[in-house]
Structure formats: C-alpha cells, structure tokens
C-alpha cells in the first residue's frame, strides 16, 4: 500500500491512499483522516485502507482523483519524534580519514543516532528557504521507518513488527555548522535545517525481496542540477532498522507516529557515487589532498529516487530547489 | 493566567484555566481544546482564556471545580519541539573541573542546546519508569518557556514577543549513558528518558518582577527524598531566553508549540545547593576527590516547587517517585 498526505490548510494535511504506479490516489476516509492519526490506529484501519488500495489500483473506485505530487506535503508532515541514524559506516570512515577525526568508539557495534527536528517537515517539491550559502549547504539522500508505538526495552527480535512504513528523505544539512555543534556533545541544532520527505510512503510488501535483513535493499539515485551524483545502495546499511528501534527504545517508549532514518546512503565501492556533497568532498581531499566540490548554491537543484528492479520510482521522487530566505 | 491539560483519555488531554492559587479551575473551552491547539491560536484566544481567569479568580463560573493536581497531564502533554539548554555555565563549569574535562569552546558566548524528544511528557505525579539503577538516574530542575511560531532569522530583540508561557520541568537524566553519547558528537538519546512537567504552565505577568531580562529570577526547590537538595536561582542563568529562541532559529522556523529549556539551574554559591546529583557529585569530587552521593534508586522521590517571593507555589509542585519499569 502507498499512502501520501495531500495540502488541506491544515498542518497534518488529509491522508490519500496512491496507487502503485503513482498516477491516482483516494482519500483514506474517517478511518484515518491523517497520516498521525492512521498510525496511532493502525492494526484497526490498515485492512480498511487496503482493500481500498486494491480497489484503487483496479479502477474501482469512483472518488478516485489524478495524483498531484505538486499537492503533496510529507507522507508525516510532521512527527512527534524524529530520529537519524548514521548507519552506513563507510561514510563516517570516509569523514574521519578525509578530516583526521579520532574514530568513534564502539561504532561498528552502537549505531550512531541523533535527535532530529520533526516539527516542520518538507514535501518533495518544497522549496528548501536557508539563510546563507556561507553555512555550507548539502543534501543528504536517506531512507527511514515510521513505528507505531514501540514499548521500552524492544528487542532486536520484536522491533520488526513496529514497521508499518517505509520512506524516502533529504536530510538537509549546513556543514559549516556541524563541527561546533559536534564537538559541544549536544548533537545538532543549528545544522539540521528542515528534512524533506519523497511524496509517497509505503508498506514493506512493496519492496518485495528489496526489504530483507531490516534494509532497504534499492539503489537511491541522486542527481545534482540534473547531473548524476550517485546511485548508492541500501543494503550495505551497518544496522538494520530493528536494531536503531531497539537502540531508540532502551531507555524510553516510542510513541506511534516517530521516524527513525538510516543515516546518508554509503557505499565502499567508489563507482556508486555519494548522497551527500560532504562525502564526495571528503573522497577528493583523501584522494587530491583538497576538496574540488563546492557546497549547494541558491537555486540549486536536488532529485532523488529509489528505484525498483524495473525502475519504477517506489516512493516517487524528491525534486527541489534550495532558495535565498532573505527573498521573500 | 495559569493554564493546565487535565485526562480525558485523549494523549492530547484537555485544557482547562486554572485559579492563582491553585485551587479551582475551568475547562478552555472550545476556542483551545488543548494547549497545542492554544498556542497555535494564541493572539485569537487569549482574550478570551483571560477573561475567564479573571472570572474563576473571582468565584463567579458555574461550571468551575476543584483542580485536582492528580488529574494533570503535563501542561503540553507532548511537543513537536523540545530543545533544552545548559545555559548555567556554573554547572559546565563544575563538570568540567571534576571530570577534567575540556572546555567547551565558545561555551561563554554561544548557548549549548540540544533536541529533546517530545513526543512523550510525564505529568508531575506520574512514576518514572525506567529499566536500571546502572544507568544512573538523575533529575534536572529547569525552568523552560513554550513559544508561538517563530520565523527563521528570528531576532534575539524580537524572540521575547513570542514567549506565551513559562514551564517548571524534570529533565531525567542517565548519567552512566550520556558520556558515551556525548563523545560520539551526536548528542543525546538513550541518556535522556521522558521529561516531566509541574502541572501549570503561566503567562509571563504571574512571575511580576521575577520575569526580567528574559530569565525567571525565581529559587527552584529540590527535594530528593524529602530532603533539601537545592534552592538554586534562576537569575543567574548566563543567556536569556530571548538568545536561546534566537540561537534555535537560526537556520530554521520553530513551530508553535515550540519547548526550550533552561538546563538545570545552578549557582555559583554553594550554599544554593544543586539541581542535580550529577553537580553534588562533581563538587564532591573538586572538595574531597571523589564522589560520595548515589545516583536514584528505584522508590526514590523527587519534589520541585519555584516559589514566589511570598512562598507561594508558581507552577504548583512536580512530586514523582522512580520505579522499576521491570515491574508491571
């Protein structure tokens, strides 16, 4: 089942089930007017909104309406909690040879985790309004599990159960920012600026043999200004997502409606490109001594897609532009 | 004005206006069914939530009872957004000394911050539930002001018109999990557990004098296990609010509804006493080269009052035990 959340006026927007190839949606009904509001009820409305994700990839339905990306906020617009790992441990490995960073300890066996800001997300074809160029402005192609309530002291074993969807994002980032803020010990503030999400979130069947192992086994491609930038792989993600949900929930619950991200997809092999700027930089000066790369300029634009084996978009795509805030 | 989120089954509970002293209150009524929808409508309903506290103050409402602090959720049951300081550079300070740590660099002139999780609030009776004695379990008194929407570039000058409401909060803290966390960079997650709140939240002209130069110049007492631990003073916190909205908004919009705290309260007089066991610990440590004092135990009792220059109670009391979470 694909679910999105279209624009209503309201700050949760009015849940619409997609069908699978993207083209028409329905509203989900009172069941679950919301994204929120279908996962905090999920085990009672998710039949509900099957049969009508059946009915509607068989043009069944008379209520049935053209999918307009363009009218799509996040599939969350936004959530009570936001959690990101940094599971793909190539990458970390990558920013500590390229900066001389202390490896982190324990980092192959504790995933990395941060809490984010989900209080305003982004929709795929938002515009991303930052201040400055000068605080070194980057993308970040991710993948993220959104859990129904998840009690404390989850196992490993009992995590899976809590994926009810999968979803695509841009963690934007502003990595002139990140040092300070890394070296205090509190984790990012002023660094994460708002994420924005792929239009469309889907139940793991859709990923078919692509969601094994707690990964999301699918290539994110990226282009930068319509240029490739890389096409890296989920399934070389360090942790599965069942281990992020128990590393979450060791000392707290979770409640229904929280997110949990991979961190930026990373690859070992170099032919895989980057999601992310801050890693191509970090591979030139490992292999230049010096960063070719510059950071996203205003006016820039970002795309990414996951893609199945037959090349369909799974979660649609993000497409965006980042923009000058001082202009209003 | 003082207002309060009553039970109602609901995770969002319901609002209700609640008397000076504490005694009586009254639901919000439709305008503001909960505090998330009041602060998202602050300047529509303001006018109105005061009128009836004026009334309820004067005993003239039919449909006003008996405030039953029992009954209270915390003030803003969950929050899109929680960001908590550590703004008594005091306390910094302490820990650096005892534990030979580094300096924070820039700790004087940039305000230490990071992102709480919010989706999950105690009121001030409800048990903290928690998995292990190992972890270290302490409280953190703090003082924390909830915001209406502040845009993006937001002014320190500016940040004060946006303060609608003044909290009193337990920031329950994992001492033995929050070293490893903060060396990662990342910050905090599995060292943070659910944070609980005094059950009324006030409008800034209940304070008086005591709300100046954007601090609450107000003693917080701590009692742990009915004993004195603290009175320390808000008035020596070493940025205002107003520079902490500022600092959060600095690459991003923060949402109505938006949480930032103080960091436990500290002064520089010992005779204050502490906040937290951690800095009783790390005084114990500079004076007599280790610690003396334990971390909770399981049955503990934590009790939290800031109290107005004639004694009274501001926010009413925080009073909660720590239990075994093992235990059902």
């Known amino acids: 089942m694909k679910l999105a959340t279209l624009h209503d006026g309201s700050r949760d927007g009015r849940l619409v ?7 028409r949606a329905v509203h989900a009904g ?19 909104l099957q049969q009508r994700y059946v009915a509607l990839n068989k043009n069944q339905l008379e209520d049935a309406f053209d999918f307009d990306v363009s009218q799509a906020m996040a599939p969350l617009p936004r959530a009570w909690q936001w959690l990101d ?33 989900g209080d305003d997300f982004l929709g795929s074809r938002d515009d991303i309004r930052l201040p400055s ?26 995590a899976m159960e809590h994926v009810k969807l999968i979803l695509q994002l841009n963690d934007i980032s502003l990595r002139a920012l990140a040092p300070r803020e890394m070296k205090t010990g509190f984790g990012f503030v002023q660094s994460k600026a708002t994420t924005s999400f792929a239009p469309v979130a889907v139940t793991p069947d859709e990923l078919g043999a692509a969601w094994s192992n707690a990964r999301i086994n699918l290539p994110l491609k ?7 930038f890389g096409h890296p792989h989920g399934g070389e993600m360090n942790f599965g997502f069942d281990e992020l949900i128990a590393h979450a929930a060791l000392t707290r619950k979770l409640s229904a409606g929280t997110l949990i991200g991979s961190g930026t997809v990373s690859n070992a092999d170099r032919a895989a490109g980057s999601a992310c700027i801050s890693e191509r930089r970090a591979i030139e000066m490992i292999e230049h001594g010096a960063p070719k790369t510059e950071f996203m300029k205003f006016g820039d634009s970002i795309r990414m897609q996951a893609l199945l084996p037959d090349d369909a978009e799974l979660f649609g795509s993000i497409d965006q532009k980042v923009v000058n805030a001082s202009i209003k």
Chains 1, 2 share one sequence.
């Open 30 to 48: 009172d069941c679950a007017p919301t994204m929120q509001v279908a996962i905090e009820r999920w085990d009672n409305v998710v039949g509900e």
């Open 85 to 117: 790992g940094s599971c793909f441990l190539n990458h970390g490995e990558l920013m500590q040879k390229a900066f001389h960073l202390d490896p982190i300890a324990d980092a192959d066996t504790i995933p990395l985790m941060y809490q984010g800001a």
């Open 222 to 228: 990226v282009e930068w200004n319509g240029k490739w």
């Open 133 to 158: 160029e000068a605080h070194g402005i980057d993308f970040e192609g991710e993948f993220a599990v959104l859990v129904d309530e998840v009690s404390m002291g989850c196992s490993t074993a009992q």
């Open 17 to 23: 089930i997609v069908s699978t190839d993207l083209s």
